[in-house]
Each structure stands twice: as structure tokens, then as C-alpha cells.
């Protein structure tokens, strides 16, 4: 459909290579590169690995939803959200969408901080130090506490708008580069693990799960919750199914894109993350660039300085995956009334949203350049998993309806039908483990709020208040 000489529909180029690319290119990202120190000297010590593991179960029972939902509903826009709009309804995938939005923002947001860090490393490696007065963020972690400081991220802020200016050249081109830095990502992690590995110190890895110092500091209760922060990694099953909307064919190639990059994400999280706590100790990695401190434990500079740069490559093409899912989910939310039918617009000659995609990157790069890692990983986390619970529900609602056909891919392990809903062992499990997630990020986000931190209760309470509110003049116009 065109409207004034410019069309509301996104051009289909991507194929299933292009799908996992993007795929790999979103997953293998801060969870690699940023996340792991935080969850290490934080929560669980060297068992972020064991981490890894356990979110990478949780998330590979969304994914197995996900992929039946791609291929029963292959021409649903907005992944999560899309899916909900076709099985739920309008009320419900207002929901999901309004928290994918705060999921996007905020993630590529994280990962632009992230991204900053290692940039100043390679820099400084390469003699240029960039003053914190332009890497660090207005509100900073100090003290066991949020603060204002007289600083502003402006290098994050730079980044997400150079991205965001590649991302409006329409998804052929952007495909194309993600591809290329995806695989030297790849190699980079490669080279870091298959070096590291001969140089770890075993007994930096005891204890394996460091005993509870109070609230989430290690122990169990430490271990979900560093699981909690690292599903934040696992943010690319949305963006591959977001990209359906620009897939020739969403029905086939989206399931193997999901399952694809679980797969491959999942094995270099737990390789990398142990050859990191084998090299540094853990309450050390509490850095925005924890692989950057574990190269320098090998004291080998020109190796170094090549992992640092593919470093920046890797974590430049996850913020570039994130802008590419938050701009298309907002352009398809636009195209269904939900926000301006403004941002639906389409270049004629690029394929792209380009007013999607300004306003996207623009929210996002303030944001980057206010709020600490820290803060954001937390909310992102929340987003992600109250999108992964509907995916859930989503199946269960799809495969009560007898009289729907069966699609070419299916959740294994079977279930029961009980009215409308099919209780199936992996939905089922799917939920759990995103309650379970959710209950930890709450009840600490809580739990600082009771001593004292209250801007990231107090920065998601007025979130959903917004959407509350949007939502219900959206019910009254409908």
C-alpha cells in the first residue's frame, strides 16, 4: 500500500543466512562481552557460567515456542508482539509491545554503554584516552548507590546515531555489514578462547559458586539471579521474528534462525565465560569491558589489540541488530494505529522506516547517554521476559484450537488440552522459568528501593503508568 508516493510495506529480502547472521548478531553480544562481569562479581562468581547454562534452558524452551509460532503465523509482524495481536487480541499485544519497546530502548542502550567501554580501551591501548567527562553516564553506581554526576556519555550517543544513520539505508545493505562483523565476531571469540584456554589459573574457579554474603550476593539466590541478568543476552529470538516481516520465507527460515542462534550463542557463553573467571578473578570483572581486563591477564599486546577490536565489532553489530528490531517493531505498531501512522512510512528506495528509525535511535542515544549498565540490564531483563511469558501463552492459546492445522514446526514433549488452552511440558516450563526470573529482578529492584535506591522501581513503575494510560485512550478512540 503507498500513501502520498511512499509505502507502509517493508521490501522482503532476508534470507535463512541473513536471518541467523542477524540472529547471532544480536544474542552473541553484551552477554559475551559485558554481562558476565557484572553477574560474576556481583551474584554468582565463576558459576556465571552455570548461568549461562540454566538461560540458555529457559530461553531454549521460548525459542521452541517461538519457532511454532513463526511457522503457523508466517505473515504475523512484530514478533512477540504480532503473534499476541493474532492470538490474544489487541489488549494484551499492547502490553507486550509497550514492554519490547521499553526491552529495545533499553538494551541498546546497555550495549552502547558496553560498547563505549571497550572503544576507550582499544583507544587507550592505541595511545588516544578519552576523558570520562564524555564515557560516563550521568547517573553512575558508586557506593553501593545511584548518583548524579557532571558527566554525559557523549561517545555512546555518537555511536547509536552513526548506527542508526547506516540502519536508514534500507535492510539489503544492512544485512549485509551485519553478516561481515558477525563473523569476525565469531573469530575474534574464537582466537580469545582457543588462546585463553592454555593460560587459565583452575584455581581461580574455587569456589565454583562463592558462598551467600546476604540478599543476592553469591549462593543460590545469587546464581538466579545473575540468571536473571544474563537472559538479558538472549534478547535476539525477538529481533530474528521481528525480521519476519522482511523474510521471503518467514515460515521456513525464522524456526531455523531461532534455533540456530540459541544453539551456537548458548556454547560460546559458556566457553568464554569460564575462560574469563580463569583468568581474572571474579570480583575483578565488575568492569563495563570484563573480556577486555581478562586479554590483559594474558599480557600478550598485539593479541590484545586485535581482540579488542573485534570486540567493538561485535558488540557495534548487537547494537545494530537492536536498532534494526525497536525501529521495525515501531514502524509495524504504527502501521496497525497504535502509535503515528507517521512512522509506518517507508523509503521507496531504501525499504526503510526512516522516520521509525530517527525517532528509535534518538530516544535511544539520550538514553545511553544518561543511564548506567547497571540500571539497564535490570529493566531490559523485566521487558524480556514479560514478552517471553505471552510468546508462551501464546503457544498454549494457538494449540487449543482444534480446528486450526497443524504448522511445520512444533513444540516436542507433548501436553494436554484442558478447554481452550494446550498445557504443554515446554510452555509450561517456559513460564516457570520466566516467573521465576521475573520474581528475582523484582523482588531486588525492591529491595533497593526499601534501602534507599528507588530510580529503577520508580523508572519502570512510571513506564507502565504511561502505557496504562496510552493504552486506555487507544481503547477509547478504538
Known sequence: MAVDGKSRTLHRQLGPFGLLMMGIGSVVGAGIYVLPGVAAAQYAGPAVSLSFVLAALSCGFIGLCYAELASALPDAMGGAYGYARAILGVGPAWWVAWMLVLEYALAGSAVSVGLTGYLSGFLASCGIVLPSS?????????????????QINLVALFLVLTLGLVLSQGIRQASWANGCFVLLKLLVLAVFVGVGIFHLDPTLWHPFLPPSEGGFHFGLAGLLRAVAVVSFAYLGFDSISIAASEA??????????????????AVLYVLVSLVMTGLVPFR?????SPVSLAVRALNMPVLGLILQFGSVIGLGSVLFV???GQSRLCQILASDGLVSPRLSLVHPGSGAPVLAVALT???????ASMLPITLLADLVSIGTMIGFLVIAVAVMRLRGEADRPASRFRVPLGGIVLGRLWLGIVPVLAILACVINLATVLTDLVSQSLKGEWIPLAFLALYCVAGWTLGKRQAAQG
Not at 284 to 288: E, N, Q, R, T
Open 134 to 150: 564524555v564515557t560516563g553516564s550521568l547517573i553512575v553506581w558508586r557506593d553501593g548507590g545511584f548518583h548524579l554526576a557532571r
Open 322 to 324: 537492536s536498532l534494526y
Open 361 to 367: 535511535t534518538g530516544l535511544t542515544a539520550l538514553t
Open 248 to 265: 521471503r520465507n518467514p515460515g521456513r527460515d525464522v524456526p531455523l534462525g531461532l534455533i540456530g542462534a540459541l544453539a551456537i550463542s
Open 284 to 288: 575483578a570483572l565488575g568492569v563495563a
